[in-house]
């Protein structure tokens, strides 16, 4: 069955650096999404992006973030300064349409600022 | 706003035994549900989705739930726990207010199986 891939599986970064974090949707899916999960707490929405423009951001996603799909088969989440409470697994999502379409979901990247 | 609650952040049961994992939603239009399992160090495993079908709902692994209007439930329930079923289970609902599909999660209940 196809699945989303998310690259590294942990990443250790100095706080103020820039982190980038990859996914690989399933291929024929055209929503793609990123949440994050500080640990112990929920599941967080931070951004959903079709046609190649962000069509939703929480508030988490500010301009220290952007998301990119730079070819036809990665997207990317991008932290340009990274903060200690940037810590969090971060997933990857893809679903073929919105609404009622469920979506798939990555393993996670594990980012630690330190 | 869509939003869901779930009641119990740690359910713990004995092999055999009757899971139930509660979820009550909060949504002024009709909701799109789902639950998710996560398996330590792995993503979120969609189980079962609710879209206005049927009100009862089969998933994977076993598991079913069962959506109620009037309790604005959407209960998890499998008849004989397993030990491969311990993990965390999050309920989720499609925020329609926004249109693209954003799930909105609970906090999760974490599934113990004792022998």
């Known amino acids: 069955e196809p699945e989303v891939t998310q690259t590294p599986s942990h990443q250790v970064t100095q706080m103020g650096q820039e982190v980038i974090l990859r996914c690989v949707p399933i291929?024929?899916?055209?929503?793609f999404y990123w949440y994050r999960q500080i640990l112990g707490q929920k599941v967080e929405f931070l951004v959903s992006?079709?046609?190649?423009?962000?069509?939703?951001k929480s508030e988490i996603f500010d301009d220290q973030f952007s998301v990119e799909r730079p070819d036809g088969s990665n997207f990317t989440l991008k932290i340009r300064s990274t903060k200690l409470e940037d810590s969090a697994m971060y997933f990857c999502?893809?679903?073929?349409?919105?609404?009622?379409?469920?979506?798939?979901f990555g393993d996670g990247t594990r980012l630690s600022i330190l | 706003a869509q939003s869901v609650t779930q009641l119990g952040s740690h359910v713990s049961v004995s092999e055999g035994a009757l899971v139930l994992l509660r979820c009550n939603y909060s949504?002024?239009?009709?909701?799109?549900l789902f639950w998710y399992v996560q398996y330590p160090n792995q993503g979120l495993q969609l189980l079962l989705k609710?879209?206005?079908?049927?009100?009862l709902v089969k998933g994977i692994n076993g598991f079913e739930a069962e959506f109620k209007k009037s309790e604005t439930s959407f209960h998890l329930t499998k008849p004989s726990a397993h030990m491969s079923d311990a993990a965390e289970y999050f309920c989720?609902?499609?925020?329609?207010?926004?249109?693209?599909?954003?799930?909105?999660f609970g906090a999760g209940t974490r599934l113990a199986v004792h022998p």
């Open positions: 999502a893809s679903s073929v349409g919105n609404l009622y379409q469920p979506q798939h």
């Open positions: 609710y879209t206005s079908a049927a009100t």
């Open positions: 992006f079709y046609n190649n423009e962000i069509s939703e």
């Open positions: 291929s024929n899916h055209l929503y």
């Open positions: 949504s002024s239009v009709p909701p799109y």
């Open positions: 989720a609902v499609s925020d329609r207010d926004g249109g693209y599909n954003k799930l909105i």
